[in-house]
């Protein structure tokens, strides 16, 4: 799975499925490095930075510069 801290090999999910919202929420899980990102219909979450131990996966960026939601 590609997600902007990199790329992402050994992927599993997990599906939720809303029936009040008709949506269904896919989570992604990396082994070894946990939670990687969720979509949806209406969102998509992306892990963008992540430190476990000496690796680093992504770039550290100012909450102030991440891209924001339009309404």
Partial sequence: MI???GLFKDVYN???????????AN????RGIGYIGTTSKT??????????GDIVYGKQQ??????????
Avoid: S
């Avoid at 989570?27 to 990396?30: D, E, I, L, R």
């Avoid at 892990?47 to 476990?52: D, E, M, P, Q, S």
């Avoid at 100012?62 to 309404?71: E, H, S, T, V």
């Fill in 14 to 24: 997990f599906r939720y499925v809303d029936k009040n919202a008709r949506d269904t």
């Fill in 27 to 30: 989570v992604f899980y990396a």
């Fill in 43 to 52: 969102e998509t979450i992306l892990l963008n930075y992540i430190k476990i």
């Fill in 3 to 5: 997600t902007p801290a």
């Fill in 62 to 71: 100012p909450y102030a510069i991440l891209p924001k939601k339009q309404n």
